[in-house]
């Protein structure tokens, strides 16, 4: 089955600065994917949904890349402040019954003034 | 806006003893999920439904059964709770087939001693 690798697992940026998380998934028929965003003692929200091949979408403060040639998802969180430090989480459907996501382990951002 | 509820928010069981988590949706979704998320493990499959009074095995289903009872409400049960079932849990549910998009709840801290 699919399997996503992410990283870093934690990442320190001044604010300001950009960030950038890695995903790495294995299964070329993955079609769908997102990045979730986990705030402390909340839930996950989600940010974005990818499809479609080597795309860029732009988001409110973020921009996402998907590269299916290399089976590699970005996100890039441009000029970041204190109000982007969580867990960011990618996700790729399994293509599977049951409309079934894989996560990656999660990276904690942190924005330091 | 379509929201995920989740009570308890927090609780202390003791091992051997039984814990019911409940979930509640106002999405009018079919899919409904529970996840465990542990640090280092992302989010982990425990089970899953894509209608009411039934329920599929997730990834991890070992120690946990589920309960859908209605199209709004999926349970999570601990029959005999133990100390590695000590994590976050979280709820989430999707619309129909193919859409993939999962909306989470807040989760629920549960602490087996």
């Known amino acids: 089955g699919e399997q996503v690798e992410q990283r870093p697992p934690h990442l320190s940026v001044r604010e300001g600065d950009s960030a950038v998380i890695i995903c790495t998934y294995t299964?070329?028929?993955?079609?769908?994917f997102f990045w979730y965003k986990q705030e402390p003692g909340a839930g996950l929200q989600l940010l974005m949904k990818?499809?479609?091949?080597?795309e860029i979408n732009e988001g409110q403060g973020f921009t996402v890349l998907l590269n299916k040639k290399d089976k590699q998802l970005s996100l890039n969180l441009t000029a970041a402040h204190p109000g982007d430090s969580a867990v960011y989480f990618c996700?790729?459907?399994?293509?599977?019954?049951?409309?079934?996501?894989?996560f990656g382990i999660g990276t904690r951002v942190l924005v330091r003034p | 806006e379509a929201a995920v509820t989740q009570s308890p928010r927090s609780k202390v069981a003791v091992t051997g003893g039984k814990v019911t988590l409940s979930c509640h949706q106002t999405n009018n979704h079919d899919y409904m999920y529970w996840y465990r998320q542990d640090t280092g493990h992302g989010l982990r499959l425990i089970h899953y439904?894509?209608?009411?009074?039934?329920?599929e095995k997730g990834d991890i289903p070992d120690g946990y059964k589920a309960s859908r009872p209605s199209q709004e409400n999926f349970s999570l049960i601990l029959e005999l709770a133990s100390l590695s079932q000590t994590a976050v849990y979280f709820c989430a549910s999707s619309d129909t087939a193919y859409s993939y998009e999962q909306y989470f709840g807040p989760g629920t801290r549960l602490t087996v001693l």
């Open positions: 990818v499809f479609s091949s080597t």
């Open positions: 439904s894509y209608v009411a009074d039934s329920t």
């Open positions: 996700a790729a459907e399994t293509n599977s019954a049951g409309n079934k996501l894989t």
């Open positions: 299964d070329p028929n993955s079609y769908y």
